[in-house]
C-alpha cells in the first residue's frame, strides 16, 4: 500500500530544522492522496476509475521499457529525445506525472505483489525523471543532453503543470533537493507569466489552448503553494488568461459578473472563438484545438479541487457553447469527424478527447458528455489493445503522454467530483443530434441522421463528407473529398479561388452550389452537394475551360478510405468482381483501376457514379497504399470514384466533363448494384442539370437564370438561379 503523506513539520525536520532562505519548497501545501481512491464508492464508480487506472498503467509499462539513464547526473534520467524542445520536453514532464500516479494511487482490485513491483519502478523513474527535468531548467546549471536547458519557451509552462502535478502526489518519495528544484521550477514558470497578457488569433492560428495551457501552471503554484508571496497574483493571472482562452467577440460587451466581482468584459481582452463558438486554425475549423482548449480548461480545475476549493468561473468561460457547439461534430465513436480535415494527420483521437467529455459531465452535469466519454473511452481501451499499449498509430511519447494525462485528469476528476449524471443512451443521442446545422462563420454545413454524417464546408478547407454510422472507421476527410483533385491540386485557397457559392439549411438536409476557379484560373470547375433526408447524398459538378488549358489528370469525387479497427484487409464490390485490398504490409504501393459505373466499400457503402454528359465507360480509381509513412505513420487510402488519367487540351469554353455520383450509406452492395439501374442523370443545358435517385430528384442550376426542369413524375420543376433544391414525390425540401 501507498504511505501517506507526512505533515509538514516532519518536513521541516528531513531539512535539518530550518528552510533554506530562498526555498519555495516551504510553501508546498501537502497533498493527502487518500481522498483520491475510489474505495467506498458504488461499483460502478470503482468500475470506471480501474478502466482509467488500467489505460495509464498500461502505458506505464511501455514508459518503462523506453527509460534511459542520464549519465551526467547520478540517479537522473528521461523519456524521449534528448533535446530541449518542446516534445521531448513534455514527453519526460507527462512521464513524470504517469509514474507518480501509478506511485500514488493505490486501485483496488489488483493483484498487491504484482501491482507492488510496478509501483516501485513507476516511483523510482517518477523520482529519476524529475531529477533530470530540475537539474536542465532554467534555473539550474546543467543543460539537456543537447547542451540547451528547457523553460521560458512554448510549452514548458503545460510541462512544468505536469511535472509539478506528478512531483505534488509523490511529495513524501522527495529528497529535499528535488522538493526544492520543483518548487523553484513551479515558481520561475509562473512568475514568467505576471507580465505577458494573453494572446489573441492571428493570421487563423487560435490561441486557445496556448492560454489555457499556459494558465496551468499559474492555476498549480497558487493551490500547491498557497502561502507563497505571489500566490494572489498567481491566482488572479490564471483567472485572466483562463477567459481569454475561449474569448469572443460578444464577451467585450458582457457586463456579467464574472470572478473577484469583475464583470466578465473587463476580463476578457482577446478574441480566440469564432462568433458561432467554433475554433480555427491553419485554416482548418480545427477540432482538435478545440478539444484540447476545453481541456486545458478542465486541468486547471484539478489544483483548485485538489486543494478544497472551488473552481474560479473562469475555468467554465463559455465551455458549455464551445462544448455545444463541438459536439456536432461528434461521431459515433466519441471522436469528432473533422469535417474540413486535419494538419495533425490523425481523426482517432479518443484518449486525448476524453477529458473534455469528462470534464463537462462533471462540471457542466451534462448527460450527453457522459455518454460521449463513455463512447470515448471504449474505444480507448479498444485502440490501446489493438496499438499495444499506445492510444494510438502516434508512438511518439509526447503525444501518448498527453493522452495518458488526460486519463490522469479523468481518474482525478471523477474521484473528486463522483461520475457525474447518468448518461444518455444511444437511441437519445442519435435523436438528439438529428438534424441540420449551419455555422456561418466556420463557413460549413452539417446534417445527420441516425445513419449518416453529411457535410459541405466552404472555407479555406473546401471539401464534402458523407459518413455512415460507423464513423471514422470507414471514412476518413480527405483534403480534396469529393470535389477532386485537378492536375493533383486540392480545392482548397492555397490552390483554387471561390467565386461564389450559395448554401441552404433544410430541414430535413441541405444544399450547397459553389463556382470555383482552378488550375491558376483556366478552370471554372462549379460543384453542387446535396444530403438527401435519408441516407444518402448526391454530388454534382461541371468543368469548363475559362481559357485554353492542357490538364493532365482528374480524379474526381475522390473518397479518403479507412480501415476498420483491428481489420487490415477492405473488399471492394464491383461490376462483375470482388476485390480484396490490404493495408499495411504490401510489398508495393499499387493501383487499382475499375471499370464500372458502381463501387460498393465492404458491403456497406455505396457509390453510383453517372456521366451527365452522356459519356461511357467510367474509370475509378483505387490507391492502396503499402505503408503509413510521415511523423505519424497512419495508411492515408483513397478512391477516385472518376478518373481521368489522359492528359487533354481543351480550348476556352469547351466542357471539361460533369458527372453525377449518389453515395449510399450502410447498403450492402447488391442493393448498389439495383440502385445503378434505377438512378440517372442529365446535363439539360449548359449548366442545368438534373439527377434522379429513388423517389428524389436533384435539379442544379449553376446558372444566372432561372431554369425549369420538365419532370414527368412531378410536373414542372422551377430552380431559381445558381442553386440546388432536392424535389420528391410529395414535397421540395
Given at each position: 500500500?501507498?504511505?501517506?503523506?507526512?505533515?509538514?513539520?516532519?518536513?521541516?525536520?528531513?531539512?535539518?530544522?530550518?528552510?533554506?532562505?530562498?526555498?519555495?519548497?516551504?510553501?508546498?501545501?501537502?497533498?493527502?492522496?487518500?481522498?483520491?481512491?475510489?474505495?467506498?464508492?458504488?461499483?460502478?464508480?470503482?468500475?470506471?476509475?480501474?478502466?482509467?487506472?488500467?489505460?495509464?498503467?498500461?502505458?506505464?509499462?511501455?514508459?518503462?521499457?523506453?527509460?534511459?539513464?542520464?549519465?551526467?547526473?547520478?540517479?537522473?534520467?528521461?523519456?524521449?529525445?534528448?533535446?530541449?524542445?518542446?516534445?521531448?520536453?513534455?514527453?519526460?514532464?507527462?512521464?513524470?506525472?504517469?509514474?507518480?500516479?501509478?506511485?500514488?494511487?493505490?486501485?483496488?482490485?489488483?493483484?498487491?505483489?504484482?501491482?507492488?513491483?510496478?509501483?516501485?519502478?513507476?516511483?523510482?523513474?517518477?523520482?529519476?525523471?524529475?531529477?533530470?527535468?530540475?537539474?536542465?531548467?532554467?534555473?539550474?546549471?546543467?543543460?539537456?543532453?543537447?547542451?540547451?536547458?528547457?523553460?521560458?519557451?512554448?510549452?514548458?509552462?503545460?510541462?512544468?503543470?505536469?511535472?509539478?502535478?506528478?512531483?505534488?502526489?509523490?511529495?513524501?518519495?522527495?529528497?529535499?533537493?528535488?522538493?526544492?528544484?520543483?518548487?523553484?521550477?513551479?515558481?520561475?514558470?509562473?512568475?514568467?507569466?505576471?507580465?505577458?497578457?494573453?494572446?489573441?488569433?492571428?493570421?487563423?492560428?487560435?490561441?486557445?489552448?496556448?492560454?489555457?495551457?499556459?494558465?496551468?501552471?499559474?492555476?498549480?503554484?497558487?493551490?500547491?503553494?498557497?502561502?507563497?508571496?505571489?500566490?494572489?497574483?498567481?491566482?488572479?493571472?490564471?483567472?485572466?488568461?483562463?477567459?481569454?482562452?475561449?474569448?469572443?467577440?460578444?464577451?467585450?460587451?458582457?457586463?456579467?459578473?464574472?470572478?473577484?466581482?469583475?464583470?466578465?468584459?473587463?476580463?476578457?481582452?482577446?478574441?480566440?472563438?469564432?462568433?458561432?463558438?467554433?475554433?480555427?486554425?491553419?485554416?482548418?475549423?480545427?477540432?482538435?484545438?478545440?478539444?484540447?482548449?476545453?481541456?486545458?480548461?478542465?486541468?486547471?480545475?484539478?489544483?483548485?479541487?485538489?486543494?478544497?476549493?472551488?473552481?474560479?468561473?473562469?475555468?467554465?468561460?463559455?465551455?458549455?457553447?464551445?462544448?455545444?457547439?463541438?459536439?456536432?461534430?461528434?461521431?459515433?465513436?466519441?471522436?469528432?469527424?473533422?469535417?474540413?480535415?486535419?494538419?495533425?494527420?490523425?481523426?482517432?483521437?479518443?484518449?486525448?478527447?476524453?477529458?473534455?467529455?469528462?470534464?463537462?459531465?462533471?462540471?457542466?452535469?451534462?448527460?450527453?458528455?457522459?455518454?460521449?466519454?463513455?463512447?470515448?473511452?471504449?474505444?480507448?481501451?479498444?485502440?490501446?489493445?489493438?496499438?499495444?499499449?499506445?492510444?494510438?498509430?502516434?508512438?511518439?511519447?509526447?503525444?501518448?503522454?498527453?493522452?495518458?494525462?488526460?486519463?490522469?485528469?479523468?481518474?482525478?476528476?471523477?474521484?473528486?467530483?463522483?461520475?457525474?449524471?447518468?448518461?444518455?443512451?444511444?437511441?437519445?443521442?442519435?435523436?438528439?443530434?438529428?438534424?441540420?446545422?449551419?455555422?456561418?462563420?466556420?463557413?460549413?454545413?452539417?446534417?445527420?441522421?441516425?445513419?449518416?454524417?453529411?457535410?459541405?464546408?466552404?472555407?479555406?478547407?473546401?471539401?464534402?463528407?458523407?459518413?455512415?454510422?460507423?464513423?471514422?472507421?470507414?471514412?476518413?476527410p480527405h483534403p480534396a473529398s469529393y470535389i477532386g483533385l485537378i492536375n493533383g491540386e486540392p480545392p482548397d485557397e492555397e490552390h483554387s479561388t471561390l467565386v461564389k457559392c450559395n448554401v441552404k439549411a433544410l430541414e430535413h438536409g441541405f444544399t450547397a452550389t459553389c463556382r470555383l476557379s482552378r488550375v491558376k484560373g483556366k478552370v471554372d470547375h462549379y460543384v453542387s452537394f446535396a444530403s438527401l433526408p435519408n441516407d444518402v447524398v448526391v454530388y454534382t459538378d461541371l468543368r469548363v475551360a475559362a481559357e485554353d488549358v492542357e490538364i493532365a489528370g482528374q480524379q474526381i469525387g475522390l473518397i479518403g478510405v479507412e480501415y476498420p479497427l483491428d481489420k487490415n484487409e477492405r473488399d471492394l464490390y464491383t461490376v462483375g468482381m470482388k476485390l480484396t485490398v490490404r493495408g499495411v504490409n504490401?510489398a508495393q504501393d499499387q493501383k487499382h483501376r475499375l471499370q464500372s459505373p458502381w463501387l460498393n466499400l465492404d458491403n456497406y457503402v455505396g457509390y453510383v457514379v453517372i456521366e451527365t454528359m452522356g459519356k461511357s465507360g467510367n474509370e475509378m480509381l483505387y490507391f492502396n497504399q503499402a505503408h503509413a509513412s510521415g511523423q505519424i505513420p497512419k495508411l492515408e487510402e483513397w478512391v477516385a470514384l472518376h478518373n481521368i488519367s489522359r492528359r487533354t487540351s481543351y480550348r476556352k469554353g469547351e466542357q471539361i466533363g460533369s458527372v453525377c455520383i449518389i453515395t449510399f450509406l450502410n447498403q450492402p452492395w447488391r442493393r448498389t448494384r439495383r440502385a445503378r439501374d434505377t438512378a440517372g442523370g442529365s446535363l439539360v443545358s449548359d449548366k442545368f442539370l438534373f439527377c434522379i435517385v429513388g423517389s428524389?430528384?436533384?435539379?442544379?442550376?449553376?446558372?444566372?437564370?432561372?431554369?425549369?426542369?420538365?419532370?414527368?413524375?412531378?410536373?414542372?420543376?422551377?430552380?431559381?438561379?445558381?442553386?440546388?433544391?432536392?424535389?420528391?414525390?410529395?414535397?421540395?425540401?
Amino acid at each position: 500500500m501507498k504511505k501517506c503523506l507526512t505533515p509538514a513539520i516532519l518536513l521541516l525536520v528531513l531539512c535539518g530544522g530550518a528552510w533554506p532562505a530562498d526555498d519555495p519548497s516551504r510553501y508546498i501545501a501537502l497533498l493527502d492522496v487518500r481522498k483520491l481512491a475510489p474505495a467506498g464508492a458504488d461499483d460502478a464508480a470503482v468500475e470506471l476509475a480501474l478502466r482509467y487506472y488500467a489505460c495509464v498503467s498500461d502505458w506505464g509499462r511501455i514508459l518503462s521499457a523506453r527509460y534511459r539513464p542520464y549519465q551526467k547526473i547520478p540517479g537522473a534520467g528521461y523519456y524521449g529525445g534528448t533535446a530541449n524542445e518542446e516534445r521531448d520536453i513534455r514527453a519526460a514532464c507527462y512521464a513524470v506525472l504517469v509514474n507518480a500516479f501509478l506511485t500514488a494511487i493505490d486501485p483496488p482490485d489488483l493483484d498487491v505483489t504484482e501491482e507492488g513491483r510496478e509501483e516501485d519502478a513507476a516511483a523510482m523513474q517518477a523520482v529519476h525523471v524529475l531529477r533530470y527535468l530540475c537539474a536542465t531548467h532554467q534555473t539550474a546549471d546543467k543543460p539537456c543532453p543537447e547542451e540547451k536547458p528547457w523553460g521560458a519557451q512554448p510549452g514548458s509552462a503545460m510541462g512544468a503543470k505536469s511535472m509539478g502535478l506528478g512531483a505534488w502526489l509523490i511529495w513524501d518519495r522527495l529528497d529535499s533537493k528535488t522538493r526544492t528544484a520543483v518548487a523553484r521550477i513551479i515558481e520561475y514558470e509562473a512568475d514568467r507569466l505576471l507580465g505577458p497578457q494573453p494572446l489573441e488569433q492571428s493570421s487563423a492560428r487560435t490561441k486557445a489552448e496556448v492560454n489555457a495551457g499556459n494558465a496551468q501552471v499559474l492555476s498549480l503554484a497558487a493551490n500547491m503553494m498557497p502561502d507563497h508571496p505571489h500566490a494572489k497574483q498567481w491566482d488572479r493571472q490564471a483567472k485572466f488568461t483562463m477567459y481569454n482562452a475561449l474569448s469572443s467577440e460578444a464577451d467585450r460587451r458582457d457586463q456579467g459578473i464574472g470572478d473577484d466581482g469583475t464583470p466578465v468584459c473587463d476580463w476578457v481582452k482577446t478574441v480566440n472563438l469564432l462568433p458561432d463558438y467554433t475554433i480555427q486554425n491553419n485554416g482548418y475549423v480545427h477540432l482538435r484545438h478545440m478539444s484540447a482548449a476545453v481541456t486545458a480548461l478542465g486541468e486547471n480545475c484539478l489544483p483548485y479541487l485538489l486543494a478544497g476549493k472551488t473552481p474560479p468561473q473562469a475555468t467554465l468561460h463559455n465551455v458549455a457553447k464551445c462544448y455545444r457547439a463541438y459536439r456536432y461534430f461528434m461521431a459515433w465513436d466519441g471522436s469528432p469527424v473533422y469535417v474540413t480535415g486535419s494538419d495533425w494527420k490523425m481523426i482517432h483521437t479518443q484518449a486525448a478527447d476524453v477529458f473534455a467529455h469528462a470534464f463537462c459531465c462533471v462540471m457542466l452535469d451534462d448527460n450527453h458528455a457522459a455518454y460521449l466519454e463513455m463512447r470515448a473511452l471504449d474505444f480507448a481501451e479498444r485502440m490501446q489493445d489493438h496499438c499495444r499499449g499506445y492510444y494510438n498509430v502516434d508512438a511518439d511519447p509526447a503525444f501518448n503522454g498527453m493522452c495518458a494525462s488526460a486519463l490522469i485528469h479523468c481518474y482525478l476528476l471523477h474521484a473528486l467530483r463522483g461520475p457525474g449524471p447518468k448518461p444518455i443512451d444511444s437511441t437519445r443521442f442519435n435523436l438528439d443530434a438529428t438534424g441540420t446545422k449551419k455555422f456561418d462563420s466556420a463557413k460549413l454545413i452539417i446534417h445527420r441522421t441516425p445513419g449518416k454524417f453529411a457535410s459541405f464546408s466552404w472555407g479555406a478547407k473546401r471539401l464534402a463528407l458523407a459518413i455512415p454510422s460507423s464513423g471514422n472507421w470507414t471514412i476518413w476527410p480527405h483534403p480534396a473529398s469529393y470535389i477532386g483533385l485537378i492536375n493533383g491540386e486540392p480545392p482548397d485557397e492555397e490552390h483554387s479561388t471561390l467565386v461564389k457559392c450559395n448554401v441552404k439549411a433544410l430541414e430535413h438536409g441541405f444544399t450547397a452550389t459553389c463556382r470555383l476557379s482552378r488550375v491558376k484560373g483556366k478552370v471554372d470547375h462549379y460543384v453542387s452537394f446535396a444530403s438527401l433526408p435519408n441516407d444518402v447524398v448526391v454530388y454534382t459538378d461541371l468543368r469548363v475551360a475559362a481559357e485554353d488549358v492542357e490538364i493532365a489528370g482528374q480524379q474526381i469525387g475522390l473518397i479518403g478510405v479507412e480501415y476498420p479497427l483491428d481489420k487490415n484487409e477492405r473488399d471492394l464490390y464491383t461490376v462483375g468482381m470482388k476485390l480484396t485490398v490490404r493495408g499495411v504490409n504490401l510489398a508495393q504501393d499499387q493501383k487499382h483501376r475499375l471499370q464500372s459505373p458502381w463501387l460498393n466499400l465492404d458491403n456497406y457503402v455505396g457509390y453510383v457514379v453517372i456521366e451527365t454528359m452522356g459519356k461511357s465507360g467510367n474509370e475509378m480509381l483505387y490507391f492502396n497504399q503499402a505503408h503509413a509513412s510521415g511523423q505519424i505513420p497512419k495508411l492515408e487510402e483513397w478512391v477516385a470514384l472518376h478518373n481521368i488519367s489522359r492528359r487533354t487540351s481543351y480550348r476556352k469554353g469547351e466542357q471539361i466533363g460533369s458527372v453525377c455520383i449518389i453515395t449510399f450509406l450502410n447498403q450492402p452492395w447488391r442493393r448498389t448494384r439495383r440502385a445503378r439501374d434505377t438512378a440517372g442523370g442529365s446535363l439539360v443545358s449548359d449548366k442545368f442539370l438534373f439527377c434522379i435517385v429513388g423517389s428524389h430528384t436533384v435539379a442544379v442550376n449553376f446558372g444566372e437564370k432561372e431554369m425549369t426542369l420538365d419532370a414527368p413524375i412531378f410536373g414542372d420543376v422551377v430552380v431559381p438561379p445558381f442553386s440546388t433544391i432536392i424535389k420528391t414525390r410529395d414535397a421540395e425540401f
